[in-house]
């Protein structure tokens, strides 16, 4: 899995306190540096919690055959952007909470439950923490770097813009889609689908092409397709393997998530949708595939 995902979450900048009086209004810039539970990345995160916007440095660790890899993200409150060099970036368009939910407001989360006193997720340490007495207007502007790629909010059902694209229709065991987005770069056009528990990532298998043994499936259309389905240990790694070569391949899962779960690829032709979230499990993996049409 690329490093594109990270399983997202909405980001709740108000609440309301009991007795129906409203909870005071936050306000200040806050530091912090948070630790994943499994050791994959180092984070420090900038939070104006007035706002909601965030700056978030990533520092990716012990990635085989990629090295170190250091990506920032800004959201501004409208719009945001990864850099992942310095003449590199991808853009994300939409509306506010799928901007913020792309950016990163799972990372973010964490800082806002500290800063309110509410309990830190399981396994989330943070470090260096404080309110800064001065921030830098920079501190919240979005990348000027050449837009390498882009992720944009896109009506759920609406065909993709590039090559073909699955979805499990308007209404999948009685949910709707909740978001769509489509986002092109460098390894081409991804069409992503999340429902309540699911999201399922359609995209071109090229020179990637997963090369593991599974399942032979007929999606909703007909096609004939491949299930493999990777166990993801508490760690966020897993690993498949072909019988006919004897070759193995390990898959790194960046994801907010601690705990362990499950990943299933369907290989259809030329193109691989990746099915992931609590919904996903060795039984289900292959009645959810047979479930996917075409947009």
């Keep these: 899995m690329c490093l594109r995902g990270l399983l997202v ?3 709740v900048l108000a609440g309301c306190a009991g007795g129906g009086h409203a909870a005071p209004k936050l306000h ?3 530091r912090a540096t948070i630790r994943d539970a499994r050791h994959h990345a180092v984070r420090t995160i900038w939070l104006d919690a007035g706002t909601g916007r965030f700056r ?3 520092v990716f660790r012990r990635i085989t055959g990629v090295g170190r890899v250091q990506t920032v993200t800004v959201f501004d409150g409208r719009t945001a952007t990864q850099q992942l060099a310095r003449s590199r970036s991808i853009r994300i368009t939409g509306s506010p909470q799928f901007v913020a939910d792309r950016a990163g407001a799972d990372v973010v989360a964490p800082v806002r439950a500290k800063v309110t006193g509410s ?7 943070i470090v260096d923490f404080r309110r800064l007495r001065h921030a830098s207007a920079a501190l919240f502007r979005t990348s000027t770097s050449t837009v390498t790629g882009t992720i944009r909010q896109v009506a ?4 993709a813009d590039a090559g073909s694209a699955y979805w499990l229709g308007s209404v999948w065991r009685g949910t709707t889609p909740a978001i769509a987005s489509e986002s092109t770069g460098d390894a081409g056009t991804t069409y992503e689908t999340a ?10 298998a090229g020179a990637a092409a997963l090369g593991c043994d599974g399942a032979p499936v007929h999606l909703a259309d007909g096609s004939l397709a491949t299930v493999v389905v990777i166990p993801i240990s508490s760690k966020g790694t897993g690993q498949c393997s072909s019988s006919s070569d004897g070759s193995s391949t390990a898959v790194l899962v960046m994801s907010s998530d601690t705990g362990p779960g499950t990943l299933a690829y369907v290989v259809a032709a030329d193109t691989v949708i990746s099915l992931s979230g609590r919904a996903v499990t060795p039984e289900s993996a292959p009645a959810i595939a047979r479930a996917l049409r075409p947009v």
């Design 9 to 11: 979450a909405p980001l």
């Design 28 to 30: 200040g810039v806050y």
């Design 56 to 58: 978030v440095r990533t």
């Design 119 to 125: 309990p830190l997720p399981h396994g989330v340490s």
């Design 156 to 159: 759920a059902g609406r065909p």
């Design 195 to 204: 429902y309540p528990g699911l999201d399922v990532t359609v995209e071109r």
